[in-house]
């Protein structure tokens, strides 16, 4: 194992590095995402002006972790002053906002089935869209710093690759509005006079707004100074190949990321006789060492076994300090005499 100077076993640079916006913490389901991020937040609030932790795991623990509700509207964590959280999940939110919300027309036969044949010409559009939509939620509120506890990690990369389906289908959108706007319009006047008045523009007016933010949006995700990807692992087999898969595929997006915290790792107590955490901790300890050989010029952060679920903002700040201080393992309190005669008995 390997330690370097130039990247501690931290991730005190996510908290020093002031420009960052956007934090998204993911990995494979079961590894201790939530924990991470929302440690990561309850330290992240100490330092900036306002943060903002997201969920977009359909299974949503997020409010388990804190132990408090959470909507999808932004909910101020309780005992803090800048801290918020909320839970959506981005594959459903299109289909619960009412279309005079999306688009601004009125809701009949007619503009609902203009929608669908919108939301059906572009694959994937529908979820993207949705995400859109969250992405425009959120920026309304300003927070300086965003982190998202994502879901497993199939759904997280189609997630961080919304911007770039909305980005191409709504640029495509646009050009079919510039081609045959003007027979939709004749079209719809012959069977609905009043819808034709203003829906479909009103419809792709919404969508060239969308289409800037998400380009925007798009933009950020790929600066390094305003957005980091945080892996999150256990050392076992699946998990480190899930990590594998993750770091190809960001590279792919162009999405920065230098950080993972690998949780779960025993550190046993040289004076106790528990074979099963010895040999336990030896196999952790080849996945650590690979980790370690793939990702020499990454912050690694290695966080023990907890004795009890990290639940409750108490909790969560006892936990966080792994992440910006290094564990120490417990040392041996028998004198060498005494450790002489274990290993000779």
């Not at 995402?33 to 977009?56: E, G, P």
């Not at 949780?263 to 040289?270: E, S």
Request: hydrophobic share 35%; with cysteine; charged share 25%.
């Amino acid at each position: 194992m390997v330690e370097s100077d130039q990247f501690p076993p931290t991730l005190q640079n996510i908290i020093d590095q002031e420009t960052l916006q956007w934090i998204f913490v993911g990995g494979k389901g079961g590894v201790g995402k939530t924990t991470t991020s929302a440690s990561l937040a309850v330290l992240l609030a100490k330092t900036k002006k306002s943060v903002l932790i997201i969920s977009t795991d359909p299974a949503h623990n997020l409010s388990d972790s804190f132990d408090q509700k959470f909507t999808s509207e932004p909910t101020k964590v309780q005992g803090h002053d800048n801290l918020w959280g909320m839970e959506i999940d981005p594959s459903s939110s299109v289909h619960n906002v009412p279309l005079e919300n999306l688009f601004g027309v009125e809701t009949n036969e007619m503009t609902k089935n203009m929608v669908t044949e919108v939301m059906n010409a572009i694959p994937g559009i529908d979820e993207a869209t949705g995400f859109g939509e969250v992405m425009k939620l959120i920026k309304s509120y300003d927070f300086s710093t965003i982190i998202f506890d994502t879901a497993p990690t199939g759904h997280t990369l189609r997630l961080l690759n919304f911007p770039n389906i909305l980005e191409k289908g709504l640029g495509k959108l646009v050009e079919l509005k510039e081609k045959f706007g003007g027979v939709i319009n004749q079209f719809q006047a012959m069977i609905d006079p009043e819808t034709a008045k203003n829906a479909p523009q009103k419809i792709f007016n919404t969508l060239d707004t969308l289409k800037v933010t998400i380009e925007e949006v798009n933009k950020q995700f790929k600066d390094p100074d305003k957005t980091t990807f945080i892996a999150v692992c256990i050392p076992e087999f699946l998990s480190l190949y899930e990590t594998e898969r993750l770091v190809v595929e960001l590279a792919k997006y162009e999405i920065d990321i230098h950080n993972i915290v690998i949780n779960q790792v025993l550190f046993p107590d040289p004076d106790t006789g528990c074979k099963m955490c010895k040999a336990r901790r030896k196999m952790q300890q080849k996945y650590i060492d690979q980790i370690y050989e793939l990702y020499d010029d990454f912050h690694i952060v290695l966080s023990p076994l907890q004795e009890d679920e990290v639940r409750g903002l108490e909790k969560l700040e006892d936990y966080s300090k792994n992440l910006v201080v290094p564990f120490q393992p417990p040392q041996s309190k028998k004198s060498d005499e005494e450790m002489i005669d274990q290993i000779t008995f």
